[in-house]
């Protein structure tokens, strides 16, 4: 009896251990909250006068942080490439890991397919960097849909060896039974094999999506021609030209920040989950 | 036969096309790189071949070697600080505690911020909320400390990505382990040391090696927090090839560097993981 009595005690110092250090992670995002309320005339130099609350809750810097940044457009530009990468990353890894897995035990060529593809994982975005402007420029692809194209390529070793290690687990018995009711391969793989993996899918597309969401260097070399801004890309610019008002800039990073903190408040499960899975495996 | 055949098809027409866009955008640009390093391309106009004297500038150029000496020293400390810091957090919130949850969800809120972003907050309290606390100047303003401003930004980040893999590797040791150690009279260090951690050592594997590959490409946080300086004393090696081969006329020269540090993450890597896994053998 004791035995359990012990078990279900909490380790309260621990506890309150952890909590006290929890300001660790909240202060710099409390310190970004009043800091883009606050009108640089609260500014004063003391810590005190950073710190405190603003006197009052204005949006007014979030309006001309907006207005600078063009957010809207920034915003859109970032979901648009994020969710495109992620439905096409699905789609295509997915059917490529399904080719490798049921292929590699007995043909060299998917075998080596399979190594090409996940050896990937180790050339740095520095070596490709320089040639890959002047190629999607030669291709008139420096925009969304270039860089579109790039993050569908650089997230295809990760995502092909996450696919086809999941479809390791999936008997191949259950497309037989298919095929021998006539269906074709295609239909079988979106019928029977595609809706079994959607576990793997979570985990590509919560990987794909943070990778695609944050990044800032590809956006940043591809792009920097064409006028249009991501969201992370926005608050670089934004620096350059008007680093010096802090309080416009640091509304301005909230609103970058805010679209990610709501995403993983809704679904923060399937993140944690998802980036587990992904690391795991 | 004839549904072999159509299965055959139908993989050959999936993976073809795939194969293709890889070979397109990854596989092209890295032989092009590698051509661009014999010559001297500035990035725009004419440009000529000089066989391996790229190559030969890299190790005597004075710029690129303190940015291999940075990253290093910034990779190693970093990985190093992280994986410790990881592995204290991932017991403590594996342990019984209060509201686990809700403790672990927000120790992870820092791995889904952006890090230009994080970046730019943490210059904020570089330069303004520390000094005002320490009396003194600026890390980032001074070139022996500016790189340990990077570091802790890069772990303030890391952790928590660090700190889910390991307690998801714990939570792979089954209670009566402990128990049963518990029986023999192991307590705290010693249970760690020759039970715990043994256990989990697949999983301080991936965290060194993908903590130091990530490192080792650091960018973003230069461009926030210091942009190279002061006097180009955290320049990263990514740093250094996008600043000075995009826009400081040495593309070719460049990809020599771009080059090298490919050989050298792979280099690191593949050692790291078989020492790693050595040690995972005989464990």
């Known amino acids: 009896m004791e035995e359990l009595k012990v078990r279900e005690k909490y380790n309260w110092s621990v506890t309150i251990l952890l909590i006290i250090g929890l300001i660790t992670v909240l202060f710099p995002l409390y310190m970004t909250v009043v800091i883009a309320f606050k009108q640089p005339s609260e500014m004063t130099n003391s810590i005190s006068g950073i710190l405190s609350l603003p006197k009052s809750w204005s949006l007014n810097n979030f309006r001309e942080a907006m207005r600078v940044t063009d957010f809207w457009r920034s915003l859109f530009n970032s979901f648009l490439i994020t969710a495109v990468t992620m439905i096409i990353s699905v789609i295509l890894h997915s059917l490529m890991g399904y080719a490798v897995a049921r292929n590699m035990g007995k043909s060299k060529f998917y075998r080596f397919s399979y190594y090409y593809i996940v050896s990937g994982m180790f050339v740095p975005f520095a070596i490709l960097m320089m040639p890959l402007v002047k190629q999607t420029a030669q291709l008139k692809i420096d925009n969304v849909f270039g860089v579109i194209i790039l993050y569908v390529v650089f997230y295809m070793p990760m995502n092909v060896l996450l696919y086809s290690g999941y479809l390791k687990n999936i008997p191949v018995a259950l497309e037989e039974a298919a095929h021998v009711d006539g269906a074709s391969t295609w239909t079988t793989y979106w019928k029977i094999i595609f809706p079994l993996m959607w576990p793997m899918h979570a985990t590509v597309s919560v990987l794909t999506a943070l990778g695609t969401w944050n990044d800032v260097m590809t956006p940043l070399v591809i792009m920097s021609g064409s006028g249009m801004n991501t969201l992370p890309l926005a608050q670089l610019t934004f620096q350059t030209q008007f680093g010096t008002n802090y309080n416009l800039a640091f509304a301005s990073y909230l609103l970058a920040l805010l679209p990610m903190i709501i995403f993983y408040l809704v679904a923060q499960k399937q993140i944690i989950n998802g980036v587990i899975n992904g690391a795991v495996k | ?283």
């Open chain 2, 1 to 283: 036969m004839k549904s072999q055949n159509e299965r055959r098809r139908t993989f050959l027409l999936i993976s073809i096309p795939i194969l293709l866009l890889f070979f397109g955008f990854n596989t092209l640009p890295l032989i092009k790189g590698f051509i661009y390093s014999f010559t001297n391309f500035r990035g725009y106009g004419s440009y000529e071949w000089v066989g391996w004297r790229n190559y030969a500038d890299l190790f005597t150029d004075t710029r690129v070697g303190n940015s291999y000496w940075f990253t290093f020293k910034l990779a190693i400390v970093a990985t190093i600080l992280i994986n410790i810091l990881s592995l204290i957090m991932a017991l403590a919130l594996n342990s019984k505690i209060r509201f686990k949850s809700f403790l672990r969800g927000m120790y992870f809120i820092p791995n889904i911020l952006g890090a230009l972003v994080v970046g730019y907050i943490f210059s904020y309290i570089f330069t303004y909320i520390l000094p005002a606390i320490t009396r003194t100047a600026s890390m980032l303003a001074d070139k022996n400390l500016a790189w340990i401003a990077i570091v802790i930004v890069c772990a303030w980040q890391s952790i928590a990505m660090n700190t889910l893999i390991y307690i998801s590797g714990l939570q792979t040791v089954p209670e009566d382990v402990y128990e049963a150690a518990s029986l023999d009279g192991a307590t705290g260090w010693n249970k760690f040391r020759y039970i715990t951690f043994p256990l989990i050592m697949p999983f301080f594997t991936i965290n060194m090696v993908l903590c130091m590959k990530n490192n080792l490409m650091v960018f973003d946080q230069i461009m926030a927090l210091t942009n190279g300086g002061p006097a180009q004393s955290t320049e990263s090696i990514s740093f250094l090839i996008y600043n000075n081969g995009m826009a400081g006329g040495q593309f070719g020269f460049q990809s020599a560097n771009a080059v090298i540090f490919f050989i050298v993450i792979v280099t690191v890597s593949v050692l790291q993981m078989r020492f790693l896994n050595k040690r995972e053998e005989q464990l």
